[in-house]
């Protein structure tokens, strides 16, 4: 079974430019996640989306940041205009369902470098 | 105040030992524990994860206990192989209107030949 699927691996960008970052879940898995992690740190979550409702964004900075999960499957995650700041991995992972218990997949993520 | 905190933040041990990383956390409601290892540049994977009513968990040589009343939990490891080599992060989840993942900084640890 494939896991959580993620591209790119790697992108460099100089800042004010946009970016953009897919996330393919495990084939039926209702729950996706995308987190934010900076070096040293733990993932912070960016958003949450139920299917294709974003059920928690709060922490999503949303001058900069939007993301969409079109027809409750893959994701998109973009970020216009880029700062220097934004420099981290940004990780996706996906859920059964949206149970506390349910074990979280993680992709192997992104790294952003904005120059 | 929700918080996890870790330690030790980081760890050195010789192959074959034996070694215990400890979590801390004030998060309340209490919903459940996580454990994750994370090896560097990939994403976390999950180790074990535990209710108020599970003391102990283990997943081979992963052992993880959970005291709900002092809020403590640990993950032993037995017999290190060179492979442990990564980041370990305790997640908790609160339950009802705190129902959010806390996630802890990680205890990094290094298995030496």
């Known amino acids: 079974e494939a896991g959580v699927v993620q591209s790119p691996r790697y992108k460099i960008i100089e800042k004010k430019q946009p970016v953009a970052f897919w996330c393919n879940p495990i084939?039926?898995?209702?729950?996706l996640y995308w987190y934010r992690q900076n070096l040293g740190q733990g993932p912070e979550l960016l958003i949450r989306?139920?299917?294709?409702?974003?059920?928690?964004d709060s922490q999503l900075p949303k001058d900069r940041f939007s993301a969409e999960r079109l027809k409750g499957v893959d994701s998109t995650l973009k970020i216009q205009p880029a700062e220097l700041g934004d420099s981290a991995v940004y990780l996706c992972?996906?859920?059964?369902?949206?149970?506390?218990?349910?074990?979280?997949?993680f992709g192997p993520g992104t790294r952003l470098t904005v120059l | 105040k929700n918080q996890v905190e870790q330690s030790p933040q980081s760890l050195i041990i010789l192959e074959g030992k034996n070694c215990t990383l400890q979590?801390?956390?004030?998060?309340?409601?209490?919903?459940?524990l996580r454990w994750y290892k994370q090896d560097t540049g990939r994403g976390p994977v999950s180790l074990t994860i535990?209710?108020?009513s599970e003391n102990t968990k283990s997943n081979g040589r992963y052992t993880a206990t959970l005291d709900a009343d002092t809020k403590q939990s640990s993950l032993h490891i037995t017999a290190s192989q060179l492979s442990d080599s990564a980041s370990y992060i305790c997640?908790?989840?609160?339950?009802?209107?705190?129902?959010?993942?806390?996630w802890g900084l990680g205890t990094s640890l290094a298995v030496n030949p």
């Open positions: 992972a996906s859920s059964l369902a949206i149970y506390t218990t349910d074990t979280q997949y």
């Open positions: 084939s039926g898995h209702n729950t």
């Open positions: 989306y139920e299917n294709e409702e974003a059920v928690d």
């Open positions: 979590c801390n956390y004030t998060v309340s409601p209490f919903s459940n």
């Open positions: 535990m209710t108020f």
């Open positions: 997640v908790v989840s609160g339950a009802g209107n705190n129902r959010k993942l806390i």
